[in-house]
């Protein structure tokens, strides 16, 4: 079985993916980390797209229960036929963008206001984050998600609001548990 979790950044996607895997025995494979290059400064360089599709299909297909966090819908489209079942997860602004600024106090500490690199970098990765519902957005957005979801051929969970790690681990486990039992019976 192979897993897609995305939506916006700070919607929870790493979190629920990594938790899933680690209660359920499944591979976890983060997005960014074939996206961008590891550099001395983190999200600066992005990794060559033929490189990134090869290197993240090598790790997919090396395991037979893997769970994906983020979101690689703009990637190459032959990806998608190697999903299984996706979650998506969408969290009000004003929440997620509350996350998304703890998690970057918490990454990074004191080094936000004494790194002027940093410090930008930060400022933009925030405002790019906080358009994500805005309509006609062109880069990861609530519109090209939706989008995505309608060319999907596969089971797709929509969870749409602030609810606890638990709670969207049972909702996946009733849909994946659905599935299964659909699979079965066609057998």
């Not at 600066?44 to 490189?51: C, N």
């Not at 489209?77 to 997620?96: G, Q, T």
Request: glycine fraction near 6%; aromatic fraction near 12%; proline fraction near 5%.
């Amino acid at each position: 079985m192979k897993i897609i979790i995305f939506g916006a950044s700070g919607a929870g996607t790493s979190t629920l993916a990594k938790t899933f895997a680690r209660e359920n025995g499944y591979e976890h494979l983060e997005a960014d980390n074939y996206y961008w290059l590891k550099t001395e400064r983190p999200y600066e360089t992005r990794r060559d797209p033929a490189e990134r599709n090869r290197l993240f299909l090598e790790d997919l297909h090396s395991h037979d229960k893997v769970v994906v966090a983020g979101s690689i819908f703009k990637w190459d489209p032959v990806l998608f036929e190697s999903f299984d079942f996706a979650v998506f997860l969408w969290l009000p602004p004003d929440i997620r963008m509350q996350r998304l600024i703890l998690r970057e106090k918490q990454r990074y500490g004191s080094l936000l206001e004494s790194d002027p690199w940093l410090k930008q970098h930060n400022a933009d990765f925030l405002a790019w984050a906080s358009r994500y519902d805005e309509p006609g957005f062109p880069s990861r957005s609530l519109t090209l998600h939706k989008d995505w979801i309608g060319q999907l051929k596969i089971p797709v969970l929509e969870i749409k609001g602030d609810f606890p790690l638990a709670e969207r681990l049972q909702r996946m486990q009733e849909k994946l548990a659905g599935i299964k039992c659909r699979e079965a019976s066609r057998q």
